[in-house]
Structure formats: structure tokens, C-alpha cells
């Protein structure tokens, strides 16, 4: 199956589900429901059948889900059961507190390199990385085959980096700059901006 | 019309078209089409009239969008005209970014208040705020009247400080922690989860 056929709002629910199972089997649990499973994250189990039944038949009549199994097929299908490294683009406070960030390693990531064009910062150290000047990430990502990178820097400045993640090789951005990012067909970005996070909900506020 | 009519995807879409209108505008433009929007933020023009009809009629035929006049109107639906307080619990890394983001302010939020349960950060200054005990999460929010929290603590401690949240009258909760928050109907959740962002891009990568 092409993995364009599969709606991207479908996609965006798997790592939910992936979340909730690890959360339910670090405390033991063994097997789970569509109805409990959904109950965990704010969805109706018919919508987890569904999803899930987009990639296979993971659950069994009466007995229900193997938390163990299915963990593990989502991790493949998400394609993290493997580790991928990741830069890190701007060493502001964000930069900092994604550096030293504890909740990548079981999950699929794990930070490799980070950048700054601060003088200052370039050559110094964040946690066990040290921060590499912003005019070698064509090289220095290129040379690494590093395909995933955390935006971190001015919303000035984002397009021109992201310009030059693209021509490194970069091929998913997860961005924190408060600006929508142009990008070539094929190249993924996420946003992460609290502003809209929180300006999604103002909205259902009396 | 009752708010829950509008499906809640049409409404995570307003807080991207007004930043991207936002951009537009500090970059002195004045008016905008479907089509240059939706392409700014990804989305086709058909996408644009069809999510922004649901709210009346805000283009002229043949002149397209005027720009201020449609930022106003988002700020108005998405009820950020106004400034919201917030609170941030947590005073890890995360949670002393979000204390000093500067993206605020403009866009309808503003940090009021944070807390933590370590007696190391309590009564310790973060940018212009002293660090509140986490004990007094119930009578100073609820004295304050705010409603809008971002919740920075770690995964353990995330449900039990949520439990306290809606105890204290927040609506509507910024969750950093990577865990699934159960709340009572009519309480918002969204989540900033680094990993789950990575891991919708994954699927995707060859």
C-alpha cells in the first residue's frame, strides 16, 4: 500500500495511541479495548478500530489488544522502532531545554547535533553537545545523513534556516518559530507554537 | 450558532491562518487572496473559503481579503482580541522558556503566575515572577479568576497537578508532559509532546 493512501489525520493519531499504550504498559497492563484505549485518549473506540484497521487486524474477538504486540507494530509503522538522530537548530532557551530534554531516548530520537550563529555560543558546550557554528549545517548534515531537525531559532530567521536544513538533506522539521515555513514537496514540518495551542482552545472559553 | 457546531478541525485552522495573516501584515501587505493564504499555510484555496464561510462572509469577489479587517475578525472568534493570563506549572527547562517567550504577548496570552513543588525554586525569581508553591495552585488561581494553564512538570506528576487545575477553575490546559491528561467534560486539553510531532513525520521518511 502506498502510505499516501492513508489519510495524514489517521497518521497524526497513531503516536497518541503509541503514548497511551506505553503509559498503560509501563504500569503492567497486559491487554487492552478499543473502549479503554479510547477512554485514555479523548476518542470513541469505533475511531481506534477504524485507525487501526487501516494497517491490519491487531486485535482479537472477546480478548482484545496485546498491549505488547500492538506497541510494537505501531512502532513499525510509525518507523520508530529504530532511533533517528536529530539537530537542533538555535540554542535559545528552547534549543536548551530540547538539548537536555529527557523524553526522546524510548521514543525514537535522540539529538546529535546542535547549532547557534551566536559567537558566543558557537564552540561552547549544551549538555554533552557542542554547539556548532550555523554555517557548517549544509556540511555537517549532509556528512552525518541526518534527516530530521528541531527548529528552534527567531521567527527572522526561521525560512533562511530552513532553507539550508532543506539543502543538507533535512527531510522532516519539527518547528518552533511562530511563522508558517515554505518548503519543496516532500519535506514534512510540524509546528509546535503555544500561541496556537492555547489559541485553539480560547475559542470554546465563556 | 452554538460553538460546537463548527467541527473542531475548522477551528485548529483559524489560529494558522491568523498567524499567517499576521505575517503578512508586518510585512505591509494589505490585502490577500484563498489562494495565497492556502498557500502560505500549506492548505488549498478551496479550503480557505470553505473553513472561513462558517463564520460569515469576509472576502469581496474579484478583491479578495482585506487583511486587517480578517485578523480582526479571527482575533474575535478565536476570542484573543482580549489578553488571557496563564499560568505555567513546572519551572524545569520548559517551563522557564515559556515564562520568558516572547511570543505572547501579541497574540492574546500573557504569563501571570508560575509554580513549582521544589522548595529550592520556591520564592526564587523567574524573569519578573516569583516562583509560587505548588501547594497554592488551588486558592491563588482560583482568587485570580485565570482559566488558562501550561503544564511543564514532569510525567508522574502531570494528572495529579491537573487534577488541582480544573479543581481551581483552569478550562483550558497546555500539556507539555508526555502523557494523556484525563479531564472532566468542558476542560480543553492540547499537548506539545516534541516526540509525538517526530513521530507523525516518521511515518513518512524513507
Not at 504500569?27 to 478499543?34: A, F, I, R, V, Y
Not at 528541531?150 to 532553507?163: I, R, S
Not at 538533506?169 to 515554505?182: F, R
Amino acid at each position: 500500500m502506498n502510505k499516501q493512501d492513508i489519510p495524514d489525520i489517521i497518521i497524526s493519531r497513531l503516536p497518541i495511541y503509541l503514548r497511551a499504550l506505553r503509559h498503560m504498559q509501563a504500569g503492567g497492563k497486559l491487554t487492552t479495548s478499543s473502549q479503554e484505549l479510547g477512554a485514555g485518549v479523548g476518542l470513541s473506540a469505533a475511531q481506534i478500530r477504524k485507525d487501526l484497521s487501516q494497517f491490519g487486524e491487531f486485535g482479537k474477538q472477546g480478548t482484545g489488544y496485546d498491549i505488547a504486540f500492538l506497541v510494537d507494530q505501531l512502532r513499525k509503522i510509525l518507523r520508530v522502532e529504530r532511533v533517528w538522530d536529530v539537530v537542533v537548530v538555535g540554542m535559545g532557551d528552547m534549543g536548551h531545554a530540547l538539548s537536555r530534554y529527557q523524553g526522546f531516548s524510548d521514543r525514537g530520537f535522540r539529538v546529535a547535533m546542535v547549532f547557534d550563529n551566536d559567537p558566543a555560543k558557537i564552540g561552547g558546550q549544551v549538555e554533552q553537545f557542542v554547539v556548532l557554528d550555523a554555517k557548517e549545517i549544509v556540511t555537517a548534515i549532509r556528512k552525518s545523513g541526518i534527516k530530521v531537525a528541531m527548529l528552534c531559532v527567531p521567527e527572522a530567521a526561521a525560512q533562511g534556516v530552513t532553507n539550508l536544513l532543506v539543502e543538507a538533506g533535512i527531510k522532516a522539521i519539527l518547528n518552533y518559530a511562530p511563522i508558517s515555513l515554505s518548503v519543496p514537496t516532500g519535506i514534512r514540518v510540524q509546528y509546535l507554537d503555544p500561541s496556537i495551542g492555547l489559541q485553539r482552545m480560547t475559542y470554546y472559553l465563556e
